[in-house]
């Protein structure tokens, strides 16, 4: 297992101190971040042709957020040096490597440079005519740099930065105008941009949601509950933290820098079985983790729940990379509420992987009927042509019982974990990537929703009969959608849930609405076709 792979770079202590005076030389506009114009110049140092600098980014940029980190900086500098030895760069090459034996690269003039700096910001003359020819090329920048002290904080210096703003700018005042909020999302805020990626994990009790991120930690989170019955009876997120505590969900729906403030709106009946436990560990440098309760089944689900727990696993599904359903061989039945849970997750199908945990209770056999029992539970709930793929494996600190599975089942089950393993592993390296995808979808959505609240505006009358007229149009909005539908061209897979929808409209007054803004629609139409794909071209490797 081999997940830890995930973690901070790894380096001499001794060097850091110079690596922080480069880092913080090559950092222009003293912001932390190292962008790609700043790197083009400082990576130039290093003598190395283009082509493996291109390749340098790529390794370091391993989450392509458009910037560099002091950790990424670092990784950057001993690809560097390494490829100076003679050593052909790849992705792979950092895995093996004595990292604390990597020594600095050779920056040619780089100790002149930075002297140089030091001594413009005293403003004494120097002569630079003996300097060589890459020193002299970084001088400018350097003398322009040296009097700036922080970042104007409105600069744009990743692809987060630039989705921050175009949001503030073009699709939150959209969304604001036309209650997005309270039809389909709530609105985002900066530590929704900031936040880790989140894997979620759902199944029935028992089936080893908690033992899965106990496996995957290799220790226990603070109030970690494992036993045969329901024993985790509310949402867990493990997070990354100085110090092992748990804090209650009343604290965390209210700071700022944390991303659940949207959580409020399920009440205190949900916030009292909400708690965030922080823990140090190099993995939830990473991803966050978010254990929830065992879903019920039979006469359980009708009682004990106080709170909207489908609506609860919706707004996290939305924030999630990933989503585990678990189930195990003497669990495959999917109860009443877990068909909701399922259903809830539409429109987030490529987060979903279902795993199989547990499978080595039943011997090869079984094992084949129970695989085949669990695809035709799932193919009455997930409406996709598409075979849903199901990971088979036993996720906890036990031996595999190769005493039921036998060695065939034992080589089974380690490809199958490695394959989940590897799926987890992408998880942090995509995570921008699937922000921005997360973000158009939103984008689309919001004038979906724009269109069909301008529709309706329209179709209301000026003067009489207008909660006749409302009640009419809330009867036949699955019509109402298939205009909009054929007046803008938009696909019938982009709608919302048309209950759903319903539901909400039926508390609002039609006629109070904004009339439609086309302006609105088309800053973000702007946004999409031209915005975000300069804001990634600005943003990718600099090499390009």
Not at 120 to 125: D, I, L, R
Not at 409 to 417: N, P, V
């Amino acid at each position: 297992m081999d997940i830890l792979s995930i973690r901070s770079a790894n380096y001499s202590k001794q060097d850091e101190p110079l690596y922080k005076r480069w880092f913080e030389f090559a950092d222009t506009d003293a912001d932390g971040r190292l962008t790609g114009p700043d790197a083009v110049k400082f990576f130039s140092l290093s003598q190395l042709p283009r082509a493996d600098l291109k390749q340098v980014w790529a390794v370091a940029d391993v989450k392509r957020q458009g910037f560099l980190g002091f950790k990424e900086f670092i990784t950057a500098m001993q690809v560097i040096s390494m490829a100076q030895t003679g050593q052909e760069i790849s992705s792979d090459m950092l895995k093996n490597a004595d990292l604390e034996n990597v020594s600095p690269p050779n920056m040619e003039g780089l100790e002149d440079l930075i002297s140089v700096c030091a001594l413009f910001s005293h403003q004494e003359p120097i002569s630079i005519c003996s300097m060589p020819c890459s020193t002299k090329l970084l001088l400018c920048s350097c003398s322009n740099s040296c009097s700036k002290t922080s970042i104007p904080a409105k600069s744009v210096t990743s692809i987060i930065d630039g989705l921050k703003k175009l949001y503030i700018e073009k699709l939150k005042p959209l969304e604001i105008a036309y209650r997005f909020n309270d039809f389909v999302s709530p609105l985002l805020t900066a530590s929704d941009f900031d936040a880790k990626p989140q894997v979620m994990l759902l199944g029935q009790y028992s089936t080893g949601k908690t033992t899965f991120i106990k496996h995957l930690l290799q220790a226990s989170y603070p109030g970690a509950h494992i036993g045969p019955e329901p024993t985790t009876d509310r949402f867990v997120v493990v997070m990354g933290g100085t110090d092992e505590r748990s804090v209650p969900g009343n604290t965390i729906a209210v700071q700022a820098d944390m991303p659940f403030s949207g959580l409020s709106k399920f009440g205190t009946a949900f916030l009292s079985k909400f708690e965030c436990s922080l823990m140090p560990h190099p993995l939830l440098e990473h991803i966050t983790f978010v254990d929830t309760p065992g879903v019920l089944s039979g006469e359980k689900q009708r009682t004990q729940r106080s709170y909207d727990f489908t609506g609860v696993t919706s707004w996290f599904a939305a924030k999630c990379d990933l989503i585990l359903l678990l189930f195990d061989p003497h669990k495959l039945d999917i109860s009443d509420e877990f068909k909701r849970v399922i259903t809830s997750l539409r429109g987030h199908d490529d987060k979903i992987r279902v795993v199989l945990n547990k499978a080595d209770q039943v011997d090869t056999q079984q094992l084949m009927r129970v695989y085949g029992a669990l695809m035709w539970s799932l193919g009455k709930v997930i409406n996709t042509p598409e075979v849903m793929r199901v990971y088979i494996g036993s996720f906890n600190d036990k031996p595999i019982n190769e005493q039921k599975i036998g060695p065939i089942g034992r080589e089974l089950f380690e490809r199958e974990q490695n394959d989940l393993l590897a799926d987890l592993k992408d998880i942090p390296r995509k995570s921008c990537d699937r922000r921005i995808n997360e973000f158009v979808k939103r984008a689309r959505q919001a004038k979906i929703h724009a269109y069909i609240i301008g529709h309706l505006k329209k179709e209301m009358p000026t003067m009489m009969g207008k909660q006749k007229a409302q009640q009419r149009l809330i009867d036949n909005l699955e019509d109402e959608f298939a205009k909009v539908q054929r007046e803008y061209h938009l696909p019938p897979g982009d709608f919302p849930s048309l209950e759903h929808y319903r539901e909400t409209l039926a508390g609002y007054n039609i006629d109070k609405f904004e009339k439609p803004k086309p302006k609105m629609v088309q800053a973000v139409d702007d946004m999409l076709g031209y915005d975000i794909p300069e804001l990634l071209k600005r943003f990718r490797n600099p090499y390009d």
